[in-house]
């Protein structure tokens, strides 16, 4: 261990995941995840699992419930299917985070952009690609986080995908309540905003 890490700030996890690409990993409880947005305004899809049964996993409308706002904030609990609390945003330098936007898909972009969009990569591929690899299937898709989206909800209750409200170097850090599978798109998004319409890489960031 390096003389000048501190103990309960070592670092266990440090991987840049490319632009596009999915992402899955354990995070156990007690440790941080740092979220990084390397180059600004890049949506980072999230879904999380229960470790130790993936039947339980993340829940948008428990949370949103619970705290009685639908932005992910600093203190935002982020509660499981069984109203259990997964993870915590312990920092995050993006004042507030999007858990309603949902997950580009090649269906909704050739609905929303045109057929011509049909072959395009999509948050859903990323999710589907990833939860394969730990059995997992179309029916373990639900509601996720977009971390570093800004999706403002206008006051007839319309929602936008709008400029982002990140910056380069930008983070968001969660701690981890329990052992938690985490489950992430760097999202390829070319048709909207909320990728700056550059996808870029993110760096993620795990301390014991
Ligand atoms: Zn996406």
Redesign the pocket.
Known sequence: MREDLNASELVIYDEIVPARAPWMYDVLAGQTLEIIDLEGNQ?V?FLMYVTADDAERYSAQDTIAAQGNIFLRAGSTLLSNEGRPMMVIATTTVEYHDTIGG??SCESNTLRYGHHTKSQH??VDNFLDANARAGRNKRDMVSNINWFMNVPVEADGALGIVDGISAPGLSVTLKALMDVTVVV?N???INNP?NGFNPTPVRMVIRA
């Open positions: 949506a899809d997950a580009c999509a948050c798109s999202c390829p998004q909320c």
